[in-house]
C-alpha cells in the first residue's frame, strides 16, 4: 500500500500515442546566466532573459505551456512577452541549443544609464493545464562593461 501512495505523486506525462513518460518539467525559473545589453557609451540597451526547465530530478529539460516574462526597468513600464510551449513551432523559436534554456530578448529604448541606477528585474510566470502558476524572479544588475 505505501508503494502505491509513493507512486501516485510522480508526474505523468501523456505522448501523442497514449503511452506515459516518467520525465516533464517540474519547475521554471529565470536563470542567473540572463544578463543585460550594453552599447558602446556604456548604455543599457537591452536584455536577454534565459528561463530554465527542469525535471524531477533537476536535469534541463525542454518546457511546455505558457510561460510570460516581464522585464521590470526603473521609471518605465513593464515589457512582457508570452511564449507558448505547448506548439512545436512556438517550442522551438525560442530555444537556445547551445545553453538549453529558452531565451527572450527585450529593447531597452532609450537606454539607460550603468549602475546602482539601472537595477532591472526579470520575472517569469509559468502555467501548464490546471497547475497553479509557477513564479520565478531574479534581478539583473547593470555591471560596467568589461
Not at 510522480?10 to 542567473?32: C, F, K, Q, T
Not at 510551449?85 to 539607460?112: C, H, K, Q
Not at 526579470?122 to 544588475?141: C, F, H, I, Q, Y
Amino acid at each position: 500500500m505505501l508503494w502505491l501512495a509513493g507512486c501516485s505523486a510522480a508526474p505523468e506525462y501523456r505522448l501523442p500515442d497514449g503511452a506515459v513518460y516518467p520525465y516533464g518539467p517540474e519547475r521554471a525559473a529565470v536563470h542567473r546566466l540572463s544578463r543585460l545589453q550594453f552599447d558602446g557609451a556604456g548604455l543599457v540597451t537591452g536584455a536577454v532573459v534565459f528561463i530554465e526547465f527542469c525535471d524531477q530530478d533537476g536535469e534541463t529539460c525542454r518546457g511546455i505551456g505558457d510561460v510570460e516574462v516581464v522585464l521590470f526597468v526603473p521609471g518605465r513600464e513593464p515589457k512582457s512577452k508570452r511564449l507558448n510551449l505547448d506548439s512545436a513551432n512556438g517550442n522551438n523559436a525560442e530555444w537556445n541549443r547551445a545553453v538549453r534554456m529558452y531565451e527572450v530578448a527585450f529593447t531597452i529604448e532609450p537606454g539607460i544609464k550603468g549602475g546602482e541606477t539601472a537595477v532591472v528585474r526579470a520575472e517569469s510566470r509559468w502555467k501548464r493545464g490546471t497547475k497553479p502558476a509557477v513564479m520565478d524572479s531574479r534581478r539583473l544588475d547593470a555591471l560596467p562593461a568589461q
